[in-house]
T-cell receptor, first 119, second 114 residues
Framework: EPEVTQTPSHQVTQMGQEVILRCVPI?????FYWYRQILGQKVEFLVS????????KSEIFDDQFSVERPDGSNFTLKIRSTKLEDSAMYFC?????????????????FGPGTRLTVT | KQEVTQIPAALSVPEGENLVLNCSFT??????LQWFRQDPGKGLTSLLL?????REQTSGRLNASLDKSSGRSTLYIAASQPGDSATYLC?????????????FGKGTHLIIQP
């Protein structure tokens, strides 16, 4: 069964460094997302991406963050200058317009996550 | 702003029991609701998705219901097994369609005792 993959599984970086988290969404999906989960807290939406542009972003997704779909398969999240509070699990998700009778579900499928530790 | 609350935060029951997990949301203008399972240190596995026009969905031993007007959903697990031990998350999608982010609850941490 197709699945979302993410690399690396764990990334350790020093404060102020740039990191790029990588995701390969399910191949026929059209919508791509990034979420984060700080330890012990809720999963929080960061950004969604459709048709090669950002569709929606949350308050968390400030100028330090950027997303890109550099080719037909990868979807990346870049954090330009990491802070201690960026330490979290980052999840990529994808969805497509599936459904019947014109009622799309947009069911989201999540990857296994990248644990980012900023020291 | 949409808020999602899940009760209880944690639940421990003996194997074989039927149980109910609760999810409530403050804004009833939702497109759909998804229930996920999260194992420790792992990603989220989608269990069930209910469209706003639906009342319930079933998959195996799982049954999810939705009462959109009252802002509530329940996940019913029948004949629980130790392998069901995980955190169960509820998430709602806003009524806009397209590439919209989900709003999650904090989850119910479920332990099934053998």
């Amino acid at each position: 069964e197709p699945e979302v993959t993410q690399t690396p599984s764990h990334q350790v970086t020093q404060m102020g460094q740039e990191v790029i988290l990588r995701c390969v969404p399910i191949s026929n999906h059209l919508y791509f997302y990034w979420y984060r989960q700080i330890l012990g807290q809720k999963v929080e939406f960061l950004v969604s991406f459709y048709n090669n542009e950002i569709s929606e972003k949350s308050e968390i997704f400030d100028d330090q963050f950027s997303v890109e779909r550099p080719d037909g398969s990868n979807f990346t999240l870049k954090i330009r200058s990491t802070k201690l509070e960026d330490s979290a699990m980052y999840f990529c998700a994808s969805s497509w317009s599936s459904g019947t009778g014109g009622r799309w579900t947009y069911e989201q499928y999540f990857g296994p996550g990248t644990r980012l530790t900023v020291t | 702003k949409q808020e999602v609350t899940q009760i209880p935060a944690a639940l421990s029951v003996p194997e074989g029991e039927n149980l109910v997990l609760n999810c409530s949301f403050t804004d009833s203008a939702i497109y759909n609701l998804q229930w996920f399972r999260q194992d420790p240190g792992k990603g989220l596995t989608s269990l069930l998705l209910i469209q706003s026009s639906q009342r319930e969905q079933t998959s195996g031993r799982l049954n999810a219901s939705l009462d959109k007007s009252s802002g509530r959903s329940t996940l019913y697990i029948a004949a629980s097994q130790p392998g069901d031990s995980a955190t169960y998350l509820c998430a709602v999608r806003p009524l806009r369609g397209g590439a919209d982010g989900l709003t999650f609850g904090k989850g119910t941490h479920l332990i099934i005792q053998p």
